[in-house]
Structure formats: structure tokens, C-alpha cells
């Protein structure tokens, strides 16, 4: 496994990807803390969970060649001739994109001393939002490598996990609008009011549950909850178990 | 030793490989021939684990490649088709990754890489960067990658497609050298290839295993013309018909009757070299002067046909 992790962390910088994504990330946090540092007003956790953002289009840029491109070259043989566990090959990727991650976020490091040599207060909050943001990280991820390992095309890999990233971004607004439709449905079919907001409220919290964002809400103000980042390990773990097993599964393919 | 019993791999309606058994032996060159599209590649692939079988099982020195896959493929080195390679890696690095990956320790793998790169010819390249390398340098660091971890089994996939000829000849010497402690499968269409590497040959067609055979044998059945080119200066009709009435030759086909006529002579198959001079009197004595005169080597197809319908045995 730390054999993968090493190269494909290494193999970040011999290609522009890394680059890219470090240029993207130091570019949007840097002017980021400008803009609220010119103002007089830093706040840390804040930035970090703008950036959080960024995930959508930063981590397609990672994962959509990490299977991907080693079907196109070739090099998958070697997972499957070698004496390694498939599954070491799905962790060591994911760990690989994680240190890359790790690497853009010392940006964020640099502008926390800058605000404590400044007199300012890096409180538990933003401590909190730092948790949340490698956490989210690891969902993200792990959503990245399962569409780069579905799709031969990097390009499809990347769209499909800048579209499941997107819904996690819009749960909340997508369970809005579901509710509302339920509710519509039911007023056609002459059911009353109160059932009615019932079961929108139901439908609409039934959906925001997935939400990460708002499940990780209240870790800016300093408090945290197991629940929320449970909840982002296990969607890890599963989707990167769903990775090994199509990986494994392409060898009994028959196309 | 490669045990392989009754391999069936089926792709959709499409039956790639319908029952294939055979075994190679310790220090034994394999030599595994196809046209394309035989299931060589499809074989291979399987051996190696990277593809399931249908049907049927693989053992590599005892150890099941499905059932204890960490131990058979200890002792597989493995060269696809397609060498897999990482481009934007420099040799050293590609073989000290691939150390890793074969868990090769730690202290062992500088000489380990020293000893390979040296032995495949490509200790001069070790530092550039393997996507700058020319394809004949990309087949050997594809080959050197194989022999990581020394495993006791090679699997070598037209190791010398796409390389120029000093090359070629570069490859099957250190086949050979490599075959004095290794058991190795090597697949290719050229025959003549296998037959300089290989102690035995099995030759598969359409999915199955037309004839296994020693590389004498198979030899022998080359030697045995059958076939000869004639061309000449003089009239390709009176010609044939003198050539029929030398005994041992069964079929005259014109296939130039211009003013340099061109016939293709088939002879039964005892005859030997009398033939051959029988004509060439003949020819003289009627002042007809021969162009050129040779014999048809068959080709891999001929043979197969030859084994597949019986003939030539």
C-alpha cells in the first residue's frame, strides 16, 4: 500500500494535476484571506468552510485519473499480477489524494500563524472547521476514485464526480424542493394542510440527512459531533469498498 | 512448474478459449503460437491472474493462482502485450516501485536493480525518464520489470514485437541465458522466433490446442518442402507438361506464362533432392534457363492447416 501511496503522490507533481490543483487551491484562499484580512476581520473557520467549495471542482481534478489513466496506459496489470491486495491499491490512491489535500491546506496553516503574529484568535471553532474540511476531504475523495474506477474516460470520471459532489451540495435544496412537490402532489389528491406540511417537513429532512454540509454545521462554533463525522467515514469506506469490489469484478467481466 | 487444466474463457457468445491443458516444467522454454487472435494473450492473462477463467484451474509450483493468489503470483513475472509502463517515471524509480510491489527488502533492491539492469542492457538508461525512451529500451525495461523479485516463472507476451532486428536478436539471447533457472512461457506468431527460444511448442488456434510438440519435431515437419518456385525463360504451358512427367511431382500450377514464366511445382512428399536436380537437367537439356529456383517455406497457416485437417502428418 505505501508502495501506491508514494508513487501516485509522487506522480501528482510530475504531472500538471497537482500543480493545477495546488495553483486553484493557493489562488481562491489566498485571495480569500486578502479580501477578509483588508477588511480587519479574520475569521478562519469561515474560510476554511468556503473553501469547502473548492472540493467540487478540485477533487474531480485529482481522482479522475487515478484509475483511469492506468487502464489507458497499462499499468493496472500490475495490480492484478502483482503480489498486492486490490484493495491496498483503492486505500493507497485515496491516501495518496488525502496527502495531496494535506499539501494545499498548508496555505490555510500559513494565514492561521499569520492571523495569531497578528494578534488575532484562532479559536477552537476554526480547529473544528479544519476537522471538517479533511473529513470532507475523505468523502470526496473516495466519491472521486469510485467515478474514476466506473469510467475508462477521465473526462466522464471527472464529470460524474463533480455531479455526485454537487448533490451533496445541494441536499438540502433538492429535499426542499421534493417536499414541496410531495406536498403539491397531495393537495391534488385532497388530503388536508396539515398532513400535507407533515409530510413535506418529512421528506425534506428525510433528504437533508445526507447533507454533509449541514451536518457538520455547528463544528465552526466549537461543537462537535461523532454522528457527522461518522458519517462521512463510513460513506468513505463504503465508496472505496465499492471501488475494490468493481475493480475486483473486472477481471470476471466477460465484454 | 505451470500446471494448466482445461482452461474455458468465454467472452459473452464468444468462446476465446475452449479447453485448454498443458504443463511447462521447471527450466523449460514454452513457446506459445498463434495467429492473432488465437487466446495467446487471453492464456497469458489468465496465468498470470489477471483475468478469471471461465472454467477450468491454474497452478503455479503447486499454488492455486485463485485459491492462494499471493503465493502463485510470488513466482510469476509477468510482460502484457502492452509492457505496463509509467511514463513519467525514470527506470530507477519504475524498478524500485516495482520492488516494492513485489516486496522485494529494502537492502536488497539497489544490487537487485544493479544485477537486472545489467542483465537486460539497460543499465545505461537507469536515470531518464522511461516516456523518453525509444520502444526497443521500453520493451526491455518492460522485461527487466518481469524479472523483479526473481520470480522462478516468466511470462513473456511477443516480447520482440515492434523491435528492430539487432534487437530481436538481443532478446532471444537473453531469453536463452534467462532459461538456464527459469521456466518460461514465451507467446509469439512468428515461428521462426519460437523455434530458436523454445524446447517445446504448443500451438492453439481458435481457443484450442491444435499440437503439442517438440521444437525437432516441428522442425522436421517444416523440412519436408513440398512446394517449389520455378521461374524461367521459356513457354510456361510446354514446361508444366514436361515437369509432370518427372516422377514424384504431383501438381504443376502456371502462374506466369509471360515470356519469364513462373510455375509452382507440388511434389509428393518422399521426394527428396532427386527431384530437384531431375528438373534442373530437364530444363537444361530443352535450353530452357532457369531464373530462379526455391522452395516454398510453409507458413504458420499452412501448418496450422496441415495440423488441423490431418494433412502432412
Known amino acids: 500500500m505505501f508502495a501506491i501511496f508514494k508513487r501516485e503522490f509522487l506522480s501528482y507533481f510530475r504531472t500538471p494535476v497537482g500543480y493545477v490543483a495546488l495553483a486553484i487551491f493557493t489562488f481562491i484562499s489566498g485571495f480569500n484571506f486578502y479580501t477578509l484580512f483588508s477588511e480587519g476581520t479574520v475569521s478562519i473557520s469561515d474560510e476554511i468552510n468556503s473553501l469547502r467549495s473548492l472540493f467540487i471542482i478540485i477533487v474531480p481534478i485529482i481522482t479522475m485519473g487515478s484509475f483511469a489513466e492506468d487502464r489507458k496506459r497499462g499499468t493496472e496489470v500490475l495490480y492484478y499480477t502483482s503480489p498486492i491486495d486490490l484493495f491496498s491499491v483503492v486505500v493507497g490512491k485515496f491516501f495518496s489524494a488525502m496527502a495531496l489535500c494535506f499539501v494545499m491546506f498548508i496555505n490555510v496553516f500559513i494565514h492561521m500563524i499569520v492571523v495569531s503574529a497578528c494578534g488575532g484568535r484562532v479559536g477552537i471553532g476554526a480547529w473544528g472547521s479544519v476537522l471538517v474540511f479533511f473529513f470532507m476531504a475523505a468523502l470526496f475523495i473516495s466519491i472521486g476514485i469510485f467515478a474514476s474506477v466506473i469510467s475508462d474516460n477521465q473526462i466522464i470520471s471527472a464529470i460524474v464526480a463533480f455531479l455526485i459532489i454537487l448533490l451533496n451540495n445541494l441536499f438540502s435544496v433538492i429535499g426542499e424542493y421534493i417536499g414541496f412537490s410531495v406536498s403539491t402532489i397531495m393537495s391534488y389528491m385532497g388530503i388536508n394542510a396539515t398532513a400535507r406540511s407533515n409530510a413535506k417537513t418529512a421528506v425534506a429532512n428525510a433528504i437533508s440527512w445526507f447533507d454533509p454540509f449541514e451536518k457538520t454545521y455547528e463544528f465552526r462554533n466549537g461543537i462537535f459531533s461523532a454522528s457527522a463525522l461518522i458519517y462521512c467515514v463510513s460513506f468513505a469506506i463504503f465508496f472505496l469498498y465499492l471501488s475494490f469490489r468493481i475493480l475486483e469484478k473486472k477481471r470476471w467481466s466477460q465484454k | ?313
Open chain 2, 1 to 313: 512448474m505451470i500446471e494448466i487444466k482445461n482452461l474455458v474463457k468465454h467472452y459473452g457468445d464468444k468462446k476465446a478459449l475452449k479447453g485448454i491443458s498443458f504443463t511447462v516444467k521447471d527450466n523449460e522454454v514454452l513457446g506459445f503460437l498463434g495467429p492473432n487472435g488465437a487466446g495467446k494473450s487471453t492464456t497469458m492473462n489468465i496465468i498470470t491472474g489477471y483475468l478469471s477463467s471461465t472454467s477450468g484451474t491454474v497452478k503455479i509450483n503447486g499454488h492455486d493462482i485463485l485459491e492462494q493468489p499471493d503465493l502463485a503470483k510470488k513466482d510469476i513475472g509477468y510482460l502484457p502485450e502492452q509492457p505496463p509502463l509509467y511514463l513519467d517515471m525514470t527506470v530507477n524509480e519504475y524498478l524500485t516501485f516495482m520492488c516494492e510491489l513485489k516486496g522485494v527488502p529494502k537492502k536488497e533492491r539497489k544490487e537487485h536493480i544493479a544485477t537486472i539492469t545489467s542483465l537486460v542492457g539497460i543499465d545505461a538508461v537507469t536515470g531518464r525518464l522511461i516516456g523518453n525512451l525509444s520502444k526497443g529500451y521500453k520493451q526491455r525495461v518492460g522485461i527487466a520489470q518481469a524479472l523483479v523479485g526473481d520470480p522462478p516463472i516468466l511470462i513473456l507476451d511477443e516480447p520482440t514485437v515492434g523491435l528492430d532486428p539487432n534487437q530481436i536478436i538481443g532478446i532471444r539471447k537473453l531469453i536463452k541465458d534467462l532459461s538456464k533457472n527459469h521456466s518460461i512461457i514465451v507467446s509469439s506468431h512468428i515461428l521462426s522466433e519460437i523455434q530458436e527460444i523454445a524446447d517445446r511448442v504448443v500451438i492453439i488456434h481458435h481457443g484450442k490446442i491444435a499440437a503439442v510438440d517438440t521444437v525437432k519435431d516441428l522442425s522436421q515437419r517444416l523440412s519436408n518442402v513440398t512446394n517449389l518456385l520455378m521461374s524461367f525463360k521459356g513457354p510456361a504451358k510446354d514446361v508444366a507438361a514436361r515437369l509432370k512427367m518427372i516422377p514424384g511431382i504431383t501438381d504443376v500450377n502456371i502462374r506466369n506464362s509471360g515470356s519469364f514464366g513462373e510455375v509452382e511445382i507440388t511434389t509428393s512428399k518422399q521426394a527428396g533432392d532427386e527431384i530437384r536436380t531431375a528438373i534442373f537437367f530437364m530444363m537444361a537439356k530443352a535450353g530452357w534457363p532457369i531464373l530462379e529456383f526455391r522452395s516454398l517455406d510453409p507458413t504458420l497457416e499452412e501448418i496450422f492447416l496441415s495440423i488441423t485437417t490431418g494433412k502432412g502428418e
